[in-house]
């Protein structure tokens, strides 16, 4: 049984910083691409950050400069640094494993608020 779980989220305030984690359990995990995606109140799930396992790198437009995505292997947990957060950055954000069998965790609330 594969699983991700995540940790990291909570309430920060605009122009903070915030890091996600999200550890898995029972797979190979270093041959897959890691994503993370966010789903903010009212509005569909969107695709935020993916690294694939030989460290490439992807944004979605708003977030590029502030969020950063990395991966220890060893360790088997990807990340997500947040800067400069904003309060349009407020959701539920959810680590997900690429393949053929894909694996989402179970989401973490950022929220991002005075």
């Known amino acids: 049984q594969v699983q991700l779980v995540e940790s990291g989220g909570g309430l920060v305030q605009p122009g903070g910083p915030l890091t996600l984690s999200c550890a898995a359990s029972?797979?190979?995990?270093?041959?897959?691409?890691m994503d993370w995606y966010r789903q903010a109140p009212g509005k569909q799930r969107e695709l935020v950050a993916t690294i694939t396992s030989s460290g490439s790198t992807n944004y979605k437009d708003s977030v590029k400069g502030r969020f950063t995505i990395s991966r220890d292997n060893a360790k088997k947990t990807v990340y997500l640094q947040m800067n400069t957060l904003k309060p349009e950055d407020t959701a539920v954000y959810y680590c997900h494993r690429e393949g053929g069998a894909s694996i989402w965790g179970q989401g973490t609330l950022v929220t991002v608020s005075s």
């Open positions: 029972g797979s190979i995990f270093s041959i897959y691409t």
